[in-house]
Antibody
Framework: QVQLVQSGGGVVQPGRSLRLSCATSGFIFNSFGIHWVRQAPGKGLEWVAVIWYDGSKKYYADSVKGRFTISRDDAKNTAYLQMNSLRVEDTAMYYC???????????????WGQGILVTVSS | DIQLTQSPSFLSASVGDRVTITCRASQDIRSHLAWYQQNPGKAPKVLIHAASSLQSGVPSRFSGSGSGTEFTLTISSLQPEDFATYYCQQLDSYPLAFGGGTKVEI
């Protein structure tokens, strides 16, 4: 079955960095795009970034552009979100999710990770 | 960037009610819209894609309609498990964006 297992969250001071991982199984990883979506405590969903199935395209929300970098390692079936220059407002539950359409990166997401909490605080 | 406005933000309803949620886009997004349901502490679940296509496994009481800038999600007969928060998402252009959400309460 399709699984996405996240790791790497935690508490970090403002200005510091953190890398989230999304290890996948149960599908052909290099055929699917991966998205990151976050949700601040008590708030709505915010789309963060996507990497296309072949890594050729990467897109970001304006709020993280220039600070966050999405990447993938097809040999490890794992996607990453490198978060630099973290701000208090980046505090949120972060989800990785699989794009439903093979060969894309711009469709609905059908499978989600369990979510991982990132807290930015001094 | 495309903005999505959902209404209402909160909705009180009873089991068996017909419920309609609206999502308006700041520009034409054709039919590139999805609807998700989220329960507290859980990841969202896709209900509708391409504005009106029911995701596999989703009950037929859920339906979506619209194109261009105005879209609706309808629950024909609200069930106890439907009390949740609903989000629309535009998939027309980057950055992909979610609406602010509609919480359906008893």
């Amino acid at each position: 079955q399709v699984q996405l297992v996240q790791s790497g969250g935690g508490v970090v001071q403002p200005g510091r960095s953190l890398r989230l991982s999304c290890a996948t199984s149960g599908f052909i990883f290099n055929s699917f795009g991966i998205h990151w979506v976050r949700q601040a405590p008590g708030k709505g969903l915010e789309w963060v970034a996507v990497i296309w199935y072949d890594g050729s395209k990467k897109y970001y929300a304006d709020s993280v552009k220039g600070r966050f970098t999405i990447s993938r390692d097809d040999a490890k079936n794992t996607a990453y979100l490198q978060m630099n220059s973290l701000r208090v407002e980046d505090t949120a539950m972060y989800y990785c999710a699989r794009d439903q359409r093979p060969g894309s990166g711009s469709y609905v997401v059908d499978y989600w990770g369990q979510g991982i909490l990132v807290t930015v605080s001094s | 960037d495309i903005q999505l406005t959902q209404s209402p933000s909160f909705l009180s309803a009873s089991v068996g009610d017909r419920v309609t949620i609206t999502c308006r886009a700041s520009q034409d997004i054709r039919s590139h819209l999805a609807w998700y349901q989220q329960n507290p502490g859980k990841a969202p679940k896709v209900l509708i894609h391409a504005a009106s296509s029911l995701q596999s496994g989703v009950p037929s009481r859920f339906s979506g309609s619209g194109s261009g800038t105005e879209f609706t999600l309808t629950i024909s007969s609200l069930q106890p498990e439907d009390f949740a928060t609903y989000y629309c998402q535009q998939l027309d252009s980057y950055p992909l964006a979610f609406g602010g959400g509609t919480k359906v309460e008893i």
